[in-house]
């Protein structure tokens, strides 16, 4: 399953995925490139059936294989600050960011959420606006986690963060 996030406010388009399979993969390919993603994030382990290779082959992806952490948890502020910089980097080119983890409705839908908290938007209103398009996104642990979340950078004021809760 493929979910498209639109950041409100700031024109950053993200991907939550399920991770892809050996036989899977192929339905992933046109999104991918559709959505102009330029760097994937796999967040869970590698013994997962797709091959990154033919992935990257296929659709340009620059897959990013170095933020891990464990099902049902949070990430470490080593993990939050490469995807920062990753997410930061797609969003100043224009550029959709992807991001899977076994499911999509865990540590992906984390880090997702962390960006539009980065970008502007209340704590709450993040884990809402996540939820509203990945339903059974985020775990009671996760959601803690996000709600306590201080920004590392300053919010830059956006349109959104005027209207509170209104969703």
Same mark, same amino acid.
């Given at each position: 399953m493929i979910t498209v996030i639109d950041a409100p406010g700031n024109k950053q388009r993200f991907?939550?995925?399920?991770?892809?399979t050996h036989d899977t993969l192929k339905n992933y390919i046109e999104p991918l490139k559709r959505e102009n993603v330029r760097h994937l994030v796999r967040v869970c382990q590698r013994h997962l059936d797709y091959d990154v290779h033919e992935l990257e082959r296929l659709t340009g992806v620059e897959v990013t294989d170095t933020i891990k952490f464990d099902d049902g948890t949070v990430p470490s502020p080593e993990d939050i600050h490469q995807w920062l910089q990753l997410s930061e980097d797609a969003q100043q080119h224009g550029q959709t +960011?992807?991001?899977?983890? &076994?499911?999509? +409705?865990?540590?992906?839908? &984390?880090?997702?959420?962390?960006?539009?908290?980065e970008g502007g938007m209340d704590n709450l209103d993040a884990i809402s606006y996540v939820r509203k398009h990945r339903r059974g996104a985020l775990n009671k642990k996760q959601v803690r986690f996000i709600d306590e979340y201080k920004p590392i950078h300053a919010r830059k004021a956006s349109a959104f963060t005027k209207f509170k809760r209104w969703f």
């Open positions: 991907l939550i995925l399920d991770a892809p +960011i992807a991001v899977h983890c &076994v499911s999509g +409705i865990g540590r992906a839908p &984390v880090l997702v959420t962390l960006s539009l908290i």
